[in-house]
């Protein structure tokens, strides 16, 4: 298992830093090429999210019949023609298309596809592959970031998305192809009684909480993920400060991975993830009673939250519902999550231009209360 999860955590490395963070490196580029403005730009990366999340559903049964090895080389394929159409169309028409078609490779090839391989091939034991998947991509950004900017100079943004595309056809491929085992275990399909009403009703009960836990919290994180620095900024921060504790926020979501897998290993990923959705209202709380010096903080507690719930995103519904059916379920929640991300920032754009930044965190923090409560009414499966 270890081997599959560290060539799945090298490849969703390079997978999240060619995609997710790709437009921070390029769109101001971009807008200035195609004459256009950034909200034009940033908004076709905003459709490719809600490609992804429309087509997770289907991703997630073709994993569940399958296997994620076909599915997963595919979506280096996919994501690699996506790049090259950023690269070589022009207008603002063909950025459109090529992020259209980056929307379904990133369906086929991020975190939901990447843990629903692990969960069909693994079973329950998959908990640490994922956790060692998360701590790999957890340097997407940090890796994406310094390379795309050193890159940009010499090749432009075209040249940078078409050394991309071939990274993931030479690189992202091969490693997908030779170390995914293919098909999925025989030994899983063993006949089992029907569920009973109450097994159903607290299973529809869990799901329903869960998603919307999860929604919650994408919406804040991709709220902040645009807008926090301008947040912080508007708290009284120097621009030096500001970016400095946005930063911090990258290293608290790594140091939060490895804490879920060290401490927490021994533990309940409901509990763990229990306490990981606590500290976003306790740095909110902390943020407003304490004013900007309590900045630094909230931006750990943040980060560590994030990082802990990124692996609860994948490990919680497998401990939960078990590995049957696991791919299915993961498919049905990305995409409200992925729906989520794709309209917050936008949505939220008046919210944070009109109104105080303590009310804008505020009203982030009273989403994150209502989040945990959601969570806390999640409970293990009943005993029959």
């Given amino acids: 298992m270890l081997r599959v999860a560290i060539g799945l955590g090298i490849a969703q490395t390079i997978a999240w830093a060619c995609t997710y963070y790709l437009p921070a490196v390029i769109a101001v580029a971009a807008a200035e090429a195609h004459g256009v403005s950034r909200t034009l730009v940033v908004g076709a990366f905003s459709a490719a999210l809600l490609v992804a999340g429309l087509c997770s559903p289907r991703v997630g ?4 019949a399958g296997g994620g090895r076909s599915i997963l080389a595919v979506s280096a394929l996919v994501i690699a023609l996506g790049l ?3 690269g070589l169309l022009p207008g603002l028409w063909g950025w459109t298309v090529g992020w259209l078609v980056l929307g379904f490779g990133m369906a086929m090839g991020l975190y939901e596809a990447a843990f629903a391989t692990m969960g069909r091939l693994f079973g329950q034991q998959a908990r640490r592959g994922i956790t ?7 340097f997407a950004s940090t890796v994406g970031f310094p390379i795309g900017a050193a890159l940009m100079p010499m090749l432009g943004w075209r040249g940078l998305c078409l050394l991309y595309a071939a990274v993931h056809v030479l690189v992202v491929l091969p490693i997908y192809w030779f170390t995914v ?10 006949a089992k009684p029907r ?17 919307a836990f999860f929604i919650l919290r994408s919406t804040i994180s991709a709220v902040f993920g645009v807008h926090l620095i301008a947040l ?7 621009v030096a400060a500001a970016v400095g504790i946005a930063a911090a926020v990258g290293a608290a979501q790594v140091g939060g991975r490895l804490m879920e897998f060290t401490l927490g290993a021994g533990t309940h990923p409901l509990k763990v993830a229990k306490l990981g959705a606590t500290l976003l209202p306790a ?11 309590a900045a630094l903080p909230f931006a750990l507690a943040y980060g560590v939250s994030n990082g802990i719930l990124t692996i609860s995103r994948g490990t919680v519904p497998l401990a939960l519902f078990g590995a049957e059916g696991y791919a299915v379920l993961m498919g049905r929640m990305a995409m409200p999550v992925l729906v989520a991300q794709a309209l917050a920032p936008t949505l939220a754009t008046p919210l944070v231009e009109g109104l105080p930044a303590m009310a804008v965190f505020a009203m982030a923090g009273a989403m994150a209360v209502v989040a945990l409560g959601c969570l806390m009414l999640v409970v293990p499966r009943p005993s029959s």
């Fill in 61 to 64: 049964r073709a994993i569940e």
């Fill in 84 to 86: 090259a159409l950023l």
């Fill in 132 to 138: 060692t998947i998360t701590l790999f991509a957890g």
């Fill in 181 to 190: 085992p293919p098909g999925v275990p025989t030994a899983t399909a063993t």
């Fill in 195 to 211: 569920p009973d009403a109450a097994a159903l009703a607290w299973a529809r009960r869990a799901f329903l909480l869960l998603a």
């Fill in 232 to 238: 912080l900024e508007a708290l009284g921060l120097g």
């Fill in 283 to 293: 740095g909110v709380f902390a943020l407003l009673l304490a004013g900007p010096v």
